[in-house]
């Protein structure tokens, strides 16, 4: 899961620009815009877009009187009047049609890619607001605690999960049940995230050296806490549902069907140390984004991380970043930074000793029995690991390619 994280009023990457620059008393029509109050703040951006950013108060009045159809002049007048200071009422446009938030300057239409189509455009906040009861977590937690209290026969075991005596039914099993899961899984942030009207798109991504199914909420920033919460750990709540159904079904059965169960309850608990790894930004990250109430606790960190490694290397080190941020994201961002460094390292570290080494070998093994010399049947099992190992490095690669440069938090100015 991605969402994007408000970022700080200032200069912005540019989603697109009018025929021509503003004038200096320039008439703008908005689009749709969403906002919420955050601290000293608000935060404002389009929905169709994901794109949202965060404004001081004078930021947002200046907003608001663009909005009423008034002209830079007019509003920078007022905005004088009203604080004593001098706004730069046509530079703050301009930010605006950077950001894709200005429909028309002068009369005439910004040019600007149409918005992302949402995934399963299909279902409507309607269809799914359901989901946002607080009734909801509450059934959850009742079927995770009646699971654990009658003790369904599910071993915590790699025995639980060979429960056929044949490979092939076991691998299947795998690769069917756990494909399901985690379209279920990202499923479930797409539909608490669209029940708050954010579209929501799901694509593949990478997380360091691990392929991912992700879902990009951005948007969500708009709605109240316990909302943006729900969307987080939707996911996290799907898996634990699945896996608390499946084993009270195998307390209740037995031969084959209470091992397919138990495997399938198994299967589905799996994945859930992976969101322990915050420094990867997995749905616990967010979680812990927003309690800290930090705009961009990844992107900020790795700031920190390059700012401390430069002064560890005794080079010449820019301004301490993290001193640009209010005292509770400082900290923060601090600790985090240790976390960010600590993981990365130690993933990367098993990635160049374990993971890489076993692909390479056993990627080589196939190579070499495609030849002759070897049965049919050899060739065939090499045939499949070549497609198998290589069509999933090859996948990695290309979805690393695509997402160069684009992070699931915008940098903040």
Request: include cysteine; hydrophobic fraction near 45%; glycine fraction near 10%.
């Amino acid at each position: 899961m991605t969402r994007s994280a408000g970022e700080r009023h200032g200069s912005v990457g540019p989603t697109g620009r009018p025929p021509a620059s503003p004038g200096p008393t320039p008439h703008v029509r908005l689009h749709r815009l969403d906002s919420r109050p955050d601290g000293d703040e608000w935060i404002v951006g389009r929905l169709a877009t994901g794109r949202f950013v965060a404004l001081p108060e004078v930021g947002k009045q200046a907003l608001d009187l663009l909005g009423q159809g008034l002209g830079a002049a007019e509003v920078g007048r007022r905005l004088r009047e009203a604080t004593g200071d001098d706004i730069d009422v046509p530079d703050f446009v301009e930010a605006l049609v950077d950001l894709g938030f200005v429909a028309e300057v002068d009369g005439r239409p910004t040019e600007s890619p149409p918005p992302p189509k949402p995934t399963f455009a299909r279902i409507r906040p309607r269809h799914v607001r359901w989901v946002l009861s607080p009734v909801v977590p509450v059934l959850v937690g009742l079927l995770i605690a009646v699971a654990l209290l009658t003790r369904p026969p599910v071993p915590l075991g790699y025995r639980t999960l060979l429960w056929s005596p044949h490979g092939s039914a076991v691998i299947a099993l795998g690769a069917g049940v756990g494909w399901t899961l985690l379209l279920l899984h990202e499923c479930a942030h797409l539909v608490a995230a669209r029940a708050t009207g954010v579209p929501g798109r799901m694509r593949l991504g990478t997380r360091l050296q691990f392929l991912v199914m992700q879902t990009d909420i951005s948007g969500i920033e708009i709605a109240p806490r316990r909302h943006r919460l729900t969307a987080y750990l939707a996911g996290i709540a799907t898996n634990l549902s699945v896996a608390s159904l499946a084993a009270l079904a195998a307390g209740t059965t037995d031969g084959t069907a209470r091992g397919v169960l138990a495997a399938v309850a198994l299967l589905a608990l799996l994945p859930l140390p992976f969101q322990l790894m915050v420094f990867m930004r997995t749905d616990l990250y967010f979680v812990l984004q927003d309690l800290t109430r930090c705009r961009d606790l990844y992107g900020d960190g790795v700031a920190f991380s390059k700012y401390a490694a430069r002064r560890v290397l005794r080079r010449a080190p820019a301004p301490d970043p993290s001193l640009d941020l209010p005292l509770h994201e400082r900290r923060a961002v601090r600790v985090y930074s240790a976390v960010l460094v600590v993981g990365t390292t130690l993933c990367l570290a098993f990635l160049a000793t374990v993971t890489l080494p076993a692909d390479v070998i056993l990627f080589a093994r196939a190579v070499t029995r495609l030849g002759p010399g070897h049965s049919a049947a050899q060739r065939l099992d090499s045939a499949a690991v070549v497609v198998a190992l290589g069509g999933v490095h090859l996948l990695w690669a290309r979805t690393w390619w695509r997402g160069r440069g684009v992070s699931a938090e915008p940098s903040r100015p």
